[in-house]
């Protein structure tokens, strides 16, 4: 069974850095896509970033260009996102999704499993 767990989340002043992880237990974790997601309260979920199955390729919404970068490991199953400069404004929950065989991709449409969000909340 698929399952996604993302750990990292947690409380940090603005200018901060988190790490966050998504372990996956999928068979064949090499071939697929990884999309971070974040959602803040009273907004919509929105793509931070991606990377595609060969780790070639990597997309970043504008607002946290610069400021974050996105990896994976395939020996381990696991992806990453380093957060760096954080702001107030990146406070939301975060969430890793996967799809096989799909370029990189910021639209959460594009997905079809989840893990169940950290929360990250960038504050003074």
């Known amino acids: 069974q698929l399952q996604l767990v993302e750990s990292g989340g947690g409380l940090v002043q603005p200018g901060g850095s988190l790490r966050l992880s998504c372990a996956a237990s999928?068979?064949?974790?090499?071939?697929?896509?990884i999309g971070w997601f974040r959602q803040a309260p009273g907004k919509e979920r929105e793509g931070v970033s991606c990377?595609?199955?060969?780790?070639?390729?990597?997309n970043y919404a504008d607002s946290v260009k610069g400021r974050f970068t996105i990896s994976r490991d395939n020996a381990r199953s696991t992806v990453y996102l380093q957060m760096n400069s954080l702001k107030p404004e990146d406070t939301a929950v975060y969430y890793c999704?996967?799809?096989?065989?799909?370029?990189?991709?910021?639209?959460?449409?594009?997905?079809?499993?989840w893990g169940q969000g950290t929360q990250v909340t960038v504050s003074s």
């Open positions: 999928v068979f064949r974790f090499e071939v697929y896509t």
């Open positions: 999704a996967i799809v096989a065989f799909r370029r990189c991709t910021l639209s959460p449409r594009d997905f079809n499993s």
């Open positions: 990377i595609a199955s060969s780790g070639g390729s990597t």
